[in-house]
């Protein structure tokens, strides 16, 4: 198994920037897929950003397209997601996840473990 731990969010004012990191500890010597999910009050779990284990495939929501980057260093066992330009919008828990295997992270139902979550408020 894996374990994922969330770090990095907070409150920032529109326009502003964070970046949230996962560290992954466990199983890690197996190549495993990550992807950052994220839930608003009052909405259903969404997908955020997606990366395979070699980094080579990364997939983006529309909505976040152009103004977050997702990126792993497997040496470490950590995920990040650097995310700019941020809107009122983007305000919701953030979650990473995890499956063993190719591909990416792009569905819930694909995920097999989860962190926490981080909470992302950006202001107006």
């Known amino acids: 198994q894996v374990q994922l731990v969330e770090s990095g969010g907070g409150l920032v004012q529109a326009g502003g920037s964070l970046r949230l990191s996962c560290a992954a500890s466990g199983r890690t010597s197996s190549n495993y897929a990550m992807g950052w999910f994220r839930q608003a009050p009052g909405k259903e779990r969404e997908v955020v950003a997606a990366i395979s284990w070699s980094g080579n495939s990364i997939y983006y929501a529309n909505s976040v397209s152009g103004r977050f980057t997702i990126s792993r260093d497997n040496a470490k066992n950590m995920v990040y997601l650097q995310m700019n330009s941020l809107k009122p919008e983007d305000t919701a828990i953030y979650y990473c996840?995890?499956?063993?295997?190719?591909?990416?992270?792009?569905?819930?139902?694909?995920?097999?473990?989860w962190g926490q979550g981080t909470q992302v408020t950006v202001s107006s």
């Open positions: 996840a995890a499956r063993y295997g190719n591909g990416v992270v792009a569905e819930r139902s694909e995920a097999d473990y």
